[in-house]
């Protein structure tokens, strides 16, 4: 079939082609099925991570407390805050928080559990938490 314009020109043709159908076997690009593995495998762990945060909501409680009354415990790798001698659990990031707001840095730290310094590690945090106190927060400092 043609289209013709007013002048005669011809501007398209189609035509009616017939296929056949048959069966063929598609191979996929290796970058394709690498990228859906990852996907799949993300689809696995978004699950996993949304309980996670889920649970970690259902636990969290939040407190407003002066620095001078939180004492630390470290033990098994892990650095928890004892307010009212009730020990609390921190995430990573919250610990992590902790330990920036200190001034400590986190390897620093790391480096004193690995050589179980916990002691060490325990005055530190404390000695240096109560002197947060004393540090102005607006980041203005009166001359």
């Known amino acids: 079939m043609s289209i013709l314009t007013s002048k005669g020109e011809k501007i398209m043709e189609t035509a009616m082609i017939e296929t056949t159908e048959f069966e063929t076997t598609q191979t996929i690009d290796p970058r394709e099925a690498k ?27 939040d407190m407003a ?8 415990l470290i033990q098994d790798h892990k650095i928890q805050p004892v ?5 609390y659990d921190l995430t990573d990031h919250s610990q ?9 840095p986190a390897q620093f730290a790391q480096k004193l559990m690995d050589l179980e310094e916990n002691e ?3 005055k530190n945090l404390k000695r ?16």
């Open 96 to 104: 992590g928080q902790m330990l920036t707001r200190a001034g400590i």
């Open 128 to 143: 240096l938490t109560e002197r947060m106190e004393a540090i102005p927060t607006t980041g203005r400092q009166k001359v």
């Open 35 to 61: 990228m859906r593995d990852i996907i799949e495998k993300g689809k696995a762990s978004l699950h996993k991570a949304l309980e996670e945060i889920q649970h970690e909501f259902s636990i969290r409680e």
């Open 83 to 87: 307010i009212r001698d009730e020990a």
């Open 120 to 122: 060490l590690l325990s």
């Open 65 to 72: 407390v002066r620095p001078t009354a939180i004492d630390f």
